[in-house]
Nanobody, 121 residues
Framework: QVQLMESGGGLVQPGESITLRCAASGDIHGLRSLGWYRQAPTNQRELVASIDGEGIPNYAKSVEDRFVVSISREWQKSMVYLRMRDLKAEDTATYYC?????????????WGQGTLVTVSN
């Protein structure tokens, strides 16, 4: 089993920065990627950024010049960070961490509970 624990959300003003953290623990030896998705109240869930086990990132076009995703790996725990700067009102959403792993039966995914980021004056 894989467990995800997200943290770092909150209320920020436009133009400010915030960093989200997601800790993946448990049976994470088959890690393929960790990523961040977001969902605003009236939108579908969308990819923000992901990073694979080799550290290669992938970004949505709307954030690639403002957000940075990074990963740190230990034997029993991996962390994925999302550093967000120059935040805009349209970045307001619940941000979800997603783990993709490879098991003997194939690829599987685990989602976190989400952390809310609100960008407002």
């Amino acid at each position: 089993q894989v467990q995800l624990m997200e943290s770092g959300g909150g209320l920020v003003q436009p133009g400010e920065s915030i960093t989200l953290r997601c800790a993946a623990s448990g049976d994470i030896h088959g890690l393929r990627s960790l990523g961040w998705y977001r969902q605003a109240p009236t939108n579908q869930r969308e990819l923000v950024a992901s990073i694979d086990g080799e550290g290669i990132p992938n970004y949505a076009k709307s954030v690639e010049d403002r957000f940075v995703v990074s990963i740190s790996r230990e034997w029993q725990k991996s962390m994925v960070y999302l550093r967000m700067r120059d935040l805009k009102a349209e970045d307001t959403a619940t941000y979800y961490c997603r783990y993709v792993g490879l098991a003997t039966y194939g690829e599987f995914e685990v989602w976190g509970q989400g952390t809310l980021v609100t960008v407002s004056n």
